[in-house]
Nanobody, 118 residues
Framework: QVQLVESGGGLVQAGGSLRLSCAAS????????MGWFRQAPGKEREFVAR????????YYADSVKGRFTISRDYAKNTVYLQMNSLKPEDTALYYC???????????WGQGTQVTVSS
């Protein structure tokens, strides 16, 4: 199995920045891709960003493109989400997830809260 632990969330004013981290352990050799998702109260879970573990191709939701950057440290088994120009609508619980077989996300972290004040 794969264990995921997110960190880096917090409170920030609109226009500010935060960097989220997700440390993976366990069967990390089998990871195909890692993704970030978010869920705000009363809203459905949304895709934010995805990165291929071996080949570092990245994909972003239109709502964060140009403001957020996903990256990975292969040696540290860690994925990051750099969030700039934060908006109040970015407020949500952010989850990282691991896709072990290319068929979908099988493992999820517990989430880290991001709150953007206006």
């Amino acid at each position: 199995q794969v264990q995921l632990v997110e960190s880096g969330g917090g409170l920030v004013q609109a226009g500010g920045s935060l960097r989220l981290s997700c440390a993976a352990s366990g069967r990390t050799f089998s990871i195909y891709a890692m993704g970030w998702f978010r869920q705000a109260p009363g809203k459905e879970r949304e895709f934010v960003a995805r990165i291929m573990w071996r080949r570092s191709s990245t994909y972003y939701a239109d709502s964060v493109k140009g403001r957020f950057t996903i990256s990975r440290d292969y040696a540290k088994n860690t994925v990051y989400l750099q969030m700039n120009s934060l908006k109040p609508e970015d407020t949500a619980l952010y989850y990282c997830a691991a896709d072990n077989d290319g068929q979908g996300y099988d493992y999820w972290g517990q989430g880290t809260q991001v709150t953007v004040s206006s």
